[in-house]
């Protein structure tokens, strides 16, 4: 009895390793194939326009940019910037957005 406990415990460790290792490397190859120009045409361009010429002020910290692409933010008047994160974006996706978005507006 105490050596089916002992493997039965030890096979539920070696399953939640295995999960644990699967579901870190299935983060990083997301982050990995993350398209940032692709994200910003299909989610960003309709509020931002094509060249990041609208609601976008480069000036600012990259840490408080990455962090409005997380977090969003309350404007004035709507439409207001949505949280990415609660949509699954990761902080290296964000920090990628945000460097589209600089790289865009930065090109004549």
């Keep these: 009895m105490k050596t089916l406990k002992i493997l039965t415990m030890s096979a539920m460790l070696m399953c ?3 999960l644990v290792i699967v579901s870190g490397a299935s ?3 997301t982050d990995d194939q993350f398209d940032a120009a692709g994200t910003y045409k299909t989610k960003c361009v ?3 326009g094509q ?3 609208k609601k976008f002020d480069s000036t600012l910290p990259d840490a408080e940019l990455i962090d409005i692409v997380m977090k969003g933010k309350k404007l004035e008047k709507p439409p207001n910037m949505p949280a990415y994160a609660d949509k699954g974006v990761t902080g290296e996706q964000a920090k990628a957005l945000v460097e589209q978005m600089k790289q865009l507006k930065s090109t004549p």
């Design 16 to 18: 939640l390793a295995t």
């Design 27 to 29: 983060r990083a190859a």
């Design 46 to 48: 309709a509020c931002h």
């Design 51 to 53: 060249k990041a010429e």
